[in-house]
């Protein structure tokens, strides 16, 4: 990998790292291509083990929801997709501190699955 590449991928870490929401980039073989500090935070799961993983792998309670067949609509037909909590009661399975400190909650979200659009103007 040239250094021109390596650093692109150390400022693209940076700056989703920087982040106060989480961030993850799945490849066109469905697989983590990015995972964020912010998700590493809220799911106790390290980017390094999420890396080249897919969705399931990562989060089993994931097979047949709302997120993975909005990743495969991106992937294959380029469609996007906003997935509430509210809406959809199997999202991510992340949680966040309750009104007691060992009583942790389900955290709130708001998925926003879009595919990329590389190399086009």
Excluded: Y
């Excluded at 993850?24 to 993983?53: E, F, K, Y």
């Excluded at 060992?102 to 990329?116: A, F, G, N, R, Y």
Aim: glycine letters at 8%; hydrophobic letters at 45%.
């Amino acid at each position: 990998m040239s250094r021109r590449i390596m650093a692109a991928d150390s400022i693209l870490q940076s700056l989703t790292d920087a982040s106060e929401m989480g961030m993850v980039l799945i490849d066109s073989a469905g697989r983590v291509g990015l995972w964020n500090a912010w998700m590493t935070r809220a799911s106790g799961i390290d980017a390094t083990w999420a890396m080249g993983c897919g969705l399931v792998e990562i989060f089993p309670d994931l097979a047949g929801t709302r997120i993975l067949q909005s990743v495969d609509q991106a992937l294959n037909a380029g469609l996007s997709a906003m997935l509430s909590s509210s809406l959809n009661k199997k999202l991510f399975p992340l949680l966040r501190e309750g009104r007691t400190p060992d009583h942790p909650e389900p955290m709130h979200q708001i998925v926003v699955v879009k595919p990329l659009e590389i190399g086009r103007a």
